[in-house]
């Protein structure tokens, strides 16, 4: 039971939060209230969150060492020893291959999203989480497949009108980038100078930089959300007003800073979300201020270009 416990720990059930990006496809393509089209997006969730589980296993795997190391990560359940290193490698393989091998016989489109996760993944786990930058533009890109893979698997299941727009892929992946680059602050503070003995690739950064990519990835964020709200596709084949749900997006990306440089928060995006208030309180506003968009000022357009 201990051993089982240690396997569920180290899934990190918790950070499976960040696969609601797989909803993006159906919430913004008007298919929202469709309960076909939910469940099959909730599948394919499911489908991500097994997937990203094994990698954090494999992860864990290459990482042990360091952790060891960590004040917080020597408490992994790998790291401290109550995993033994083999069931984890076992596990991520089932977990791995059950995933890709159901996904390819039954959505071959969303299965090649997947495949393309694993293999950027499993590159930066062994290798390029130790180039500088790049390690924080592969994390924002598996934010962006998790969004890509919720309109391909839509796809594979028959719905051709639903798509993605640029401007929100673009939002994405600076909103991504703005909590990776978030996290490396908190690891350069919080670990001081231990920090290179920890994470080879925190010794490239330092907190004034940090400071100023975070603020390029904020601006970008808000204007790429701006942008998207009010662009021409989505006034035809989303609604009118999504433009009205900008100031939840601003105030939560400001809420987040506020966290980051005054509570010293920002090493985990998923405990933050789920244990700050007013962070939780505006993401459902949010999702029913755009629900209310969706449904009272629907797109001019019901069918895509």
Request: net charge positive; hydrophobic share 50%.
């Amino acid at each position: 039971m201990k051993t089982l416990s240690a396997l569920l720990k180290n899934l990190r059930i918790r950070s499976w939060t960040k696969n609601l990006f797989v909803f993006a496809g159906i919430l913004f393509g008007n298919h929202w209230d469709d309960p076909r089209a939910i469940g099959l997006t909730a599948l394919g969730a499911l489908g991500f969150c097994l997937l990203s589980s094994s990698v954090y296993l494999i992860n864990d795997i290459a990482d042990r060492d360091r952790d060891k190391c960590h004040p917080e990560k020597k408490n992994r359940p790998i790291a401290s020893g109550a995993l033994p290193v083999s069931l984890a490698a076992v596990a991520a393989f089932l977990l791995a291959s059950g995933v890709l091998i159901t996904s390819w016989i039954l959505a071959p489109t969303y299965a090649l999203v997947l495949s393309i996760y694993l293999i950027m993944q499993l590159s930066y786990s062994f290798k390029l989480k130790h180039v500088v930058i790049l390690d924080v533009l592969i994390i924002a890109a598996g934010f962006v497949l998790r969004a890509l893979a919720g309109v391909t698997l839509a796809m594979d299941a028959g719905y051709s009108d639903i798509s993605i727009s640029h401007w929100l892929i673009v939002c994405t992946f600076f909103l991504a980038i703005f909590l990776a680059f978030a996290k490396r602050r908190y690891e350069v503070v919080s670990l001081g100078e231990n920090a290179a003995g920890h994470r080879e690739i925190l010794e490239e950064y330092s907190i004034s930089l940090l400071d100023e990519l975070m603020g390029i990835a904020t601006a970008a964020s808000i204007i790429g959300y701006s942008i998207y709200s009010v662009s021409q596709r989505t006034m035809e084949l989303v609604s009118t007003k999504l433009w009205l749900t900008i100031p939840f997006v601003t105030y939560g990306i400001f809420r987040y800073l506020y966290l980051i440089h005054i509570k010293g928060h920002g090493g985990s995006p998923d405990r933050i979300i789920l244990t700050d208030k007013p962070l939780l309180l505006n993401i459902l506003l949010w999702v029913i201020a755009v629900a209310l968009a969706l449904t009272l000022f629907p797109g001019t357009e019901s069918i895509p270009a």
